[in-house]
């Protein structure tokens, strides 16, 4: 599963970056790292960017680049 198919209001827990050279290095200068927990909490009308919260900060990332985050969903 990947950060792209978490719906909004939902978390997940980061496993890894499927990203090689400038993406993934931009994801985890972001703070996308293996065991952090992100919050999907918005979509733009046309669902691209989407809106995520992550250690307490806002970042927005493309469906595209989301797509390049393995992450697991936590049992709310």
Not at 22 to 30: E, H, K, S, V
């Amino acid at each position: 599963m990947t950060l792209r198919d978490i719906s909004p209001g939902h978390s997940c827990v980061v496993r890894s970056i499927d990203a090689a050279s400038a993406l993934g290095q931009r994801l985890r200068d972001l703070g996308l790292m293996p065991g952090r927990t992100i919050k999907v909490l918005r979509n733009a009308p046309l669902k691209d960017p989407m809106e995520l919260e992550l250690e307490g900060y806002l970042i927005s990332l493309r469906r595209a680049e989301a797509q390049a985050v393995a992450v697991e969903t936590n049992h709310e």
